[in-house]
């Protein structure tokens, strides 16, 4: 197969890089994961992505015209990288180019959730939106902006970095990007048994050998304990206040949020958040995402359609 039909689709995560080729209507012909704790360098990154996109190519016997790639941000898009990511070990990955001179064929990146974003509008169902706020919880937090289909990007490509919004000043938790109270350092799969852990120096003894994850924190309280259900409240404060501050700045008439933290634990994390949203704006539609953790990945494939 040769044609301008297919796509490579590239999502870059803090925990998983997954890659498929993609067609137009966005069915995935094949799909491709691996860890990336191993990758500490740039080069490592860059060469696990062209294996996974050769091998790809070699299984379905497709060539793809072009490459979309989601990436955790932040993101350079003048020199094509990702530069300074608080959840991923290298300080620098250049993506763009590499990957061009290798296919030679066109190259687009965003931000992941931008990339969500796009994947919704064009295979979620969500092209009626007038303000789509695509909003993740995965091992850190972001959002895609997306208003009558044009993404929201600022200066750089960085635009709606929701999990470096202030939305604490008690626990003054510190966040990978070196600031204090972000929603990402209280309420992302990173930053929950570090929350957990401060929340509950003074109610337990704590031993911090033991730090609970994310899913066993959330789990514990989705079966019934007193204690885990008492924090999955104060959570549910924190993600409030996030939550008012995304309707407050971008008026969104829907909401699809995503990521293993509210899939996994839907009516202990999205339900209980909006119970603790500001009424200053109308709430919007609130809706979990239905494509499987795929809509980053689709996103990119849409990316790199538009490139041809």
């Not at 992941?112 to 919880?137: I, N, P, S």
């Not at 404060?237 to 700045?249: D, F, Y």
């Not at 109308?282 to 689709?298: C, F, V, Y």
Request: glycine share 10%; hydrophobic share 40%.
């Amino acid at each position: 197969m040769d044609d301008l039909s297919y796509v490579a689709a590239v999502d870059l995560g803090a925990t998983n890089l997954r890659a498929g080729i993609v067609d137009e209507e966005g069915k995935i012909l094949a799909f491709s994961q691996n860890e990336v704790k191993d990758l500490t360098n740039c080069m490592d990154i860059q060469l696990r992505i062209s294996t996974m996109i050769k091998e790809l190519t070699a299984e379905t016997g497709i060539s793809p015209k072009a490459i979309g790639i989601s990436t955790a941000g932040p993101v350079d898009l003048k020199t094509g990288s990702v530069t300074g990511s608080p959840n991923m070990k290298c300080e620098t990955i250049f993506l763009v180019k590499p990957l061009q001179e290798m296919f030679k064929i066109p190259v687009r990146m965003m931000t992941d959730c931008k990339a969500g974003a796009l994947g919704e509008y064009h295979f979620g169902g969500a092209k009626d939106a007038a303000a789509l706020v695509y909003l993740t919880f995965s091992t850190g937090i972001g959002a895609g902006v997306l208003e009558r289909g044009r993404l929201f990007c600022g200066a750089n490509g960085n635009a709606s970095e929701a999990g470096h919004l202030l939305v604490d000043t008690t626990w003054d938790l510190p966040c990978g990007c070196g600031g204090t109270g972000h929603w990402e350092a209280y309420a992302s799969g990173k930053g929950i048994p570090n929350f957990f852990r401060a929340w509950s120096l003074d109610r337990i003894e704590y031993d911090p050998k033991s730090m609970l994850n994310a899913g066993q924190i959330l789990y514990a309280a989705e079966q019934g304990s007193p204690l885990f259900i008492s924090f999955s409240d104060e959570l549910a404060k924190i993600n409030g206040r996030g939550l008012s501050s995304i309707i407050a700045a971008y008026n969104p008439d829907l909401i699809i949020m995503d990521g293993p933290i509210v899939r996994n634990y839907p009516s202990l994390i999205a339900r209980k958040m909006t119970e603790h949203i500001d009424r200053y704006l109308p709430a919007p539609e609130i809706r979990i995402s239905a494509l499987e953790g795929k809509a980053p990945l689709l996103g990119a494939s849409a990316a790199a359609f538009n490139a041809l």
